[in-house]
């Protein structure tokens, strides 16, 4: 039970790495510690064999490629 929780507060610490950038509009490196953060709960993961938690953490170890392009779909929307 303890190490469910830990793989899930590792994945809600990649996801709060995103606030400065995401929320508050500011220039911030935080969103890069969602890296070891998501690699860190995904190792918690597997050891509790919890595919939700394996997902999100895996989902979080790909955020900046997934923001870069999603940002960059949003541009090319707003530019038609």
Same mark, same amino acid.
């Given at each position: 039970?303890?190490?469910?929780?830990?793989?899930?507060?590792?994945?809600?610490?990649?996801?709060? $790495?995103?606030?400065?950038?995401?929320?508050?509009?500011? $220039?911030?490196l935080?969103?890069?510690?969602?890296?070891?953060?998501?690699?860190?709960?995904?190792?918690?993961a597997? $050891?509790?064999?919890?595919?939700?938690?394996?997902?999100a953490?895996?989902?979080?170890?790909?955020?900046?490629?997934?923001?870069?392009?999603?940002?960059?779909?949003?541009?090319?929307?707003?530019?038609?």
């Amino acid at each position: 039970m303890l190490v469910r929780i830990v793989s899930l507060s590792f994945a809600i610490l990649s996801m709060l $790495a995103w606030m400065p950038n995401i929320v508050f509009q500011m $220039a911030s490196l935080w969103f890069l510690m969602s890296i070891p953060f998501a690699v860190i709960g995904f190792c918690f993961a597997m $050891a509790v064999k919890s595919k939700g938690l394996i997902i999100a953490n895996v989902v979080m170890f790909f955020s900046i490629p997934i923001v870069i392009y999603g940002m960059y779909i949003l541009e090319w929307i707003e530019s038609i």
